[in-house]
């Protein structure tokens, strides 16, 4: 069964620190995986896409990785900033791209 | 160019009654899905879609749920004789090219639907 589970499930760090999310995935087969973050309230905004061939992939604070030998991938915020505070959802796709699973996100609180 | 646009952004409707959420894509996008957001839980594919053309619904209910996306107008997303379990945030995505071709998709803020 295609699955993405994420973790921790929540999350509290201060201003300024750096914090590391993390994604494992059982679909298959495995097209791209994706970062988005989404405010409360607000849809989803695409951080990062990464294929099978790439293993890190970067948008200014946010650094994505990928492991596609054990399925895994993580997030890195670099020097949190209050309005990081958001949903980060891990989302895989399988099937040439056809179909997208979702995982239950991670809920960063980033206080001052 | 005005992001993708989804309206009504709250819909309350009684059991029984019939909830249309429309979705607006990106100016040039041709490619739209649907998500579905149950409270305190994680978006669920719902459908793709294609200018007059339903490529993957294996997210959608069997019954009462459908979708369009005509040549002309926004995509419909529609709920026939709603049922409380309905209740959640409806999001739409769009993009410019599909799935397979790796594209960002871009969500629309959503459209949160009340079954009273």
């Known amino acids: 069964k295609n699955q993405v589970e994420q973790s921790p499930q929540s999350l509290i760090i201060l201003e300024g620190k750096n914090c590391t999310l993390q994604c494992n995935y059982t679909v298959s087969p495995f097209s791209n995986l994706r970062w988005y973050k989404q405010d409360t309230g607000r849809g989803p905004v695409s951080l990062t896409i990464m294929t099978f061939s790439e293993n890190t992939k970067s948008n200014g604070r946010y650094t994505a990785t990928l492991d596609a030998d054990t399925k895994q991938s993580s997030l890195h915020i670099t020097a949190s900033q209050l309005s990081d505070s958001a949903s980060y959802i891990c989302v895989v796709s399988a099937n040439g791209g056809q179909n997208f699973v979702f995982g239950p996100g991670t809920r960063l609180s980033v206080l001052p | 160019n005005a992001g993708v646009m989804q309206n009504p952004r709250h819909l309350v409707r009684r059991r029984g009654q019939e909830a249309r959420l429309r979705c607006s894509p990106m100016k040039g996008h041709s490619h739209v899905y649907w998500y579905r957001q149950l409270p305190e839980e994680g978006l669920k594919f719902m459908v793709y879609l294609q200018k007059e053309n339903i490529i993957d619904e294996s997210g959608m209910p069997k019954e009462r749920f459908s979708a369009e996306f005509p040549k002309e107008g926004p995509s419909i997303l529609r709920i026939q004789q709603v049922v409380r379990g309905d209740s959640a945030a409806y999001f739409c995505?769009?993009?410019?090219?599909?799935?397979?071709?790796?594209?960002?998709?871009?969500f629309g803020a959503g459209t949160r639907l009340s079954v009273l």
């Open positions: 995505a769009s993009s410019p090219r599909g799935q397979g071709e790796v594209a960002i998709q871009y």
